[in-house]
């Protein structure tokens, strides 16, 4: 394993985004897909990246081993009146779970927060996920409520957890 890379993921990085949600969609039953990925276009991935990295507001980052990436995470802004709040995702490819890597990503994430005026950072996550809840409260993030049944999978439900960030 050569040294792990957190950097911003640009317009480049397009195709290696959307193979990046195919491998992560087949390894995890904690995302809204599976692994037939979502259905976009590279060409679509391109523009999304390219608008994210001129929002000051939005960032979207990639751990990178080598050339693969293997860790996503992304801050998506607000506007208007809600220009003080940004929507957190974050995944990690199952081979690299417990290494270290959603934590630095989570940390690039925050302090990108902290640099461009973002006040409350929220996210939603599995009750069940015991794993991903302890590295957001680590960081200081708060339960603030739940979604009954927010995904079902074959016969059974599951509920989230709303979580939130407050930067003031």
Request: glycine residues 8%; hydrophobic residues 40%.
């Amino acid at each position: 394993m050569s040294e792990i890379i957190i950097r911003e993921n640009l317009a480049a990085d397009a195709e290696q985004a959307l193979a990046y949600m195919h491998q992560i969609g087949a390894e995890s039953d904690n995302l809204t897909f599976r692994e037939e990925g979502l259905s976009i276009t590279i060409e679509s991935e391109r523009e999304y990246l390219q608008s994210v990295h001129q929002d000051s507001h939005s960032v979207s980052i990639g751990a990178f081993d080598g050339k693969s990436m293997i860790g996503n995470g992304s801050l998506s802004g607000m506007s208007r009146r809600m220009s003080h709040l940004a929507e957190l995702g974050l995944s990690v490819r199952k081979a690299y779970w417990n290494q270290g890597i959603g934590g630095r990503l989570l940390e690039t994430l925050v302090m990108y927060a902290r640099e461009n005026g973002i006040e409350l950072i929220y996210l939603d996550v599995r009750s069940d996920n015991a794993s991903a809840i302890h590295l957001y409260q680590k960081y200081g993030f708060k339960k603030t409520g739940s979604y009954p049944a927010y995904f079902k999978i074959g016969d059974k439900y599951y509920d989230f957890d709303l979580m939130v960030l407050d930067l003031r």
